[in-house]
């Protein structure tokens, strides 16, 4: 279960300063989140295992919770490890998922970039968004198309802003995260991964065999930010009418 496309925090080794990085990562974005939900009913849309969901719906105990992943074994492995009274979980895809009543808040925390419309995706964000809602949303906004085959797109915050922005949602706060890279283990062959990230090197080396344009991308993101890549999650909200 140790790979780049989710976390499942039980299967980490936390004595590993890798693994123990990336669930404080995760578990930042969802403390953000948590902090401007409003209403009474929340989606978590790509929940995943249902860690993070879990972490709201305990906060929150007076909201109701649906998570939601395309992902059957991580919707039942969530099922038997993160189940809560005010939580519940369906297997269904993000751009088709549907709901008997709009929701007043929606978290979608690193989904955008994994799938091939994200245009599509959060216009049915603001189809599913009561009156007066908000979006909680996350990418990273270095570049990822290299080091990671699960993601589809690249962002920046402008340009992640405008995505919502021409579906009537506004950044409103904002909070950015930094995550030095890691190099141990970035070219191992092992086949059984230590942590999430072992063995990259690899992938990103065929990666700018075949997009060599692309390495110009990541020079000019490094002379940026340097040795690190960066994430925005914000709170996005209705425009008014």
């Avoid at 995760?26 to 790509?46: C, K, N, P």
């Avoid at 968004?129 to 290299?146: F, H, Q, W, Y």
């Avoid at 700018?208 to 110009?216: G, I, S, T």
């Amino acid at each position: 279960m140790l790979t780049l496309e989710r976390i499942y925090p039980k299967q980490l080794d936390l004595d590993n300063p890798d693994d123990r990085d990336s669930l404080r990562i995760h578990m930042e974005r969802y403390d953000f989140a948590s902090t401007w939900l409003s209403g009474e009913r929340v989606l978590d849309m790509a929940c995943g295992c249902g860690y993070g969901t879990a972490r709201l719906a305990e906060q929150h105990p007076d909201k109701q919770f649906t998570g939601v992943d395309i992902d059957p074994a991580a919707i039942a492995y969530a099922q038997q490890h993160y189940q809560l009274p005010n939580l519940r979980y369906q297997c269904a895809d993000a751009e088709t998922f549907s709901a008997a009543q709009p929701f007043n808040s929606i978290v979608s925390l690193e989904t955008i970039e994994h799938l091939p419309r994200p245009q599509h995706l959060v216009a049915h964000y603001a189809e599913l968004l009561a009156e007066g809602g908000r979006v909680l949303a996350s990418v990273p906004i270095t570049p990822t198309l290299d080091g990671n085959p699960h993601h589809l797109h690249d962002f920046s915050k402008a340009s992640f802003f405008a995505l919502f922005r021409r579906n009537g949602l506004n950044a409103q706060q904002q909070f950015e995260q930094i995550q030095p890279w890691q190099f141990k283990g970035l070219f191992a062959q092992n086949k059984t991964k230590q942590h999430r990230s072992e063995g990259v090197g690899n992938a990103v080396l065929q990666y700018y065999r075949q997009n060599p344009a692309y390495l110009l991308l990541r020079l000019r993101a490094l002379l940026r930010y340097g040795l690190s890549n960066r994430y925005l999650t914000c709170c996005f909200t209705r425009q008014p009418a």
